[in-house]
């Protein structure tokens, strides 16, 4: 019996496992989907499938840097143990030589790239549910370029709980630019300059410093110079220019930055699973939810 694309398809569907493993599973059954379904689930290869509504939280960020082109990435795992594993760190290197080769906009374009072993990214990672026994996700990447004329800044910290990946302009020091990152990575600043704040931001801030101020019971005619000073101060809180260097406390990022006769273009920083609502659970109903089945 012939083989199509679409009994291929409908197989994955149904038990997330790769696109070769389904051709394989129907061939060997002479196309029976149940048959075949059985021969994957016997292999251990449809457990992708069982993960699919599982939280993964954990993972890596990781950097790749290839002449005047990086990369940073970020896997996702279920838990910090996988992400130590062996076989997820090859993937996750796989992952971003490829991304950085191909440059897809975005992951969701880049699941439908073909690797150099003729499978797609959503098959590459298929295979290493099966094999690792978790629910995995590329969650996301940002890809940079440069000239010779300037310098990456690639620091990941914890082993890749948190990747950043600094664009020094103008200059080639390239410790002065991991510096930065790892300046980045600990004070988390939101951005390079003053002049990339919006004034609707600033405005709110200002709202809320006046209201503070005048709750304080300071007077009304003293309360505008203190708000710009406090301002100040939250200018210093969420850019980086503007934050004394973790480095030396005694010098501003800014005047570190213009010391290396350069300019801080950008700066990327990823921290594994921000943004991700992780599941709560209580070991205690565990528990009971195993003795009632």
């Known amino acids: 019996m012939k083989i199509t694309a679409q009994m291929v398809k409908e197989l994955r569907e149904k038990t997330g496992a790769g696109m070769m493993d389904c051709k394989k599973a129907l ?16 292999k251990g290869l449809s457990s992708a499938a069982n993960k699919a509504d599982r939280i993964a939280a954990e993972g890596t960020t990781y950097i790749l840097t290839e002449g005047n082109e990086a990369i940073l990435l970020e896997v996702n795992a279920e838990t910090d143990f996988v992400a130590k594993n062996e076989g997820f760190q090859v993937l996750v290197k796989e992952l971003a030589e490829h991304l950085l080769k191909t440059k897809p906009a975005n992951a969701e374009e880049a699941l439908e790239t073909k690797m150099s072993n003729g499978l797609s990214v959503a098959d590459q990672i298929s ?38 990946l600094v664009v020094l302009e103008g200059s080639t020091d390239e410790q002065a630019a991991k510096d930065i990152a790892m300046h980045v990575a600990a004070l988390n600043p939101k951005y390079v300059s003053r002049d990339q704040v919006s004034e609707e931001e600033v405005e709110r801030e200002k709202k809320v410093l006046t209201e503070q101020a005048l709750n304080e019971g300071k007077p009304e005619n003293i309360v505008a110079k203190m708000v710009e000073g406090r301002i100040g101060k939250y200018f210093e809180e969420i850019c980086v220019l503007d934050q004394s260097f973790v480095k030396n406390s005694d010098q ?8 290396t006769g350069g300019t801080l273009k950008e700066f990327i920083r990823y921290a594994v699973g921000e943004g991700i609502e992780k599941r ?10 195993q003795i009632n089945k």
């Not at 060997?28 to 689930?41: K, Q, T």
């Not at 026994?133 to 010779?148: A, N, V």
């Open 27 to 42: 061939t060997s059954v002479n196309g029976d989907l149940e048959a075949a379904i059985d021969f994957l689930r016997e």
């Open 252 to 259: 501003k990022v800014g005047d570190f930055v213009k010391s």
């Open 127 to 164: 295979n290493a549910i099966a094999k690792i026994g978790e629910k995995l996700t590329l969650r996301r990447f940002e890809i940079r370029t440069k000239t010779d004329a300037d310098s990456f800044g690639p620091y990941l910290h914890m082993g890749g709980r948190i990747g950043v």
């Open 280 to 289: 709560e659970e209580n070991f205690a109903d565990e528990v009971m939810g």
